[in-house]
Nanobody
Framework: QVHLAESGGGSVQAGGSLKISCEAS????????MAWFRQVSGKEREGVAV????????NYADFVKGRFTISQDNDKNTLTLQMDNLKPEDTATYIC????????????????????????WGQGIQVTVSS
């Protein structure tokens, strides 16, 4: 069983930066794709960014392109999301996700930014951006 644990959330003013992390543990199974989602209470969970862990290929939702950067550390156990030029509408619970198979997806497939593509989920961490 894979366990995902997020850390690093908090509050920041608009225009500021914040970095959040997700540590994967509990199993030696490979995780070909890892991703960040976010959710606001009462709204659907939406994909933010995804990384193909063997190649480092990344893809982003349009609303964060140029502002957010997804990356992984060298041992691939930790996923990070660097968030710059934050906006109040970025306020949400940010949730780490992973899948244990590559499937037939193209790495740029929009399906990889949708919740049903992932098997494992963290508990989420709050990010609040004030105006």
């Amino acid at each position: 069983q894979v366990h995902l644990a997020e850390s690093g959330g908090g509050s920041v003013q608009a225009g500021g930066s914040l970095k959040i992390s997700c540590e994967a543990s509990g199993s030696s199974v490979s995780l070909p794709y890892m991703a960040w989602f976010r959710q606001v209470s009462g709204k659907e969970r939406e994909g933010v960014a995804v990384i193909k862990t063997d190649t480092g290929f990344t893809n982003y939702a349009d609303f964060v392109k140029g502002r957010f950067t997804i990356s992984q550390d060298n041992d691939k156990n930790t996923l990070t999301l660097q968030m710059d030029n934050l906006k109040p509408e970025d306020t949400a619970t940010y949730i780490c996700a992973a899948r244990s198979t590559a499937g037939l997806y193209s790495p740029s497939s929009p399906l990889l930014l949708r919740p049903p593509s992932y098997y494992f989920w963290g508990q989420g961490i709050q990010v609040t951006v004030s105006s």
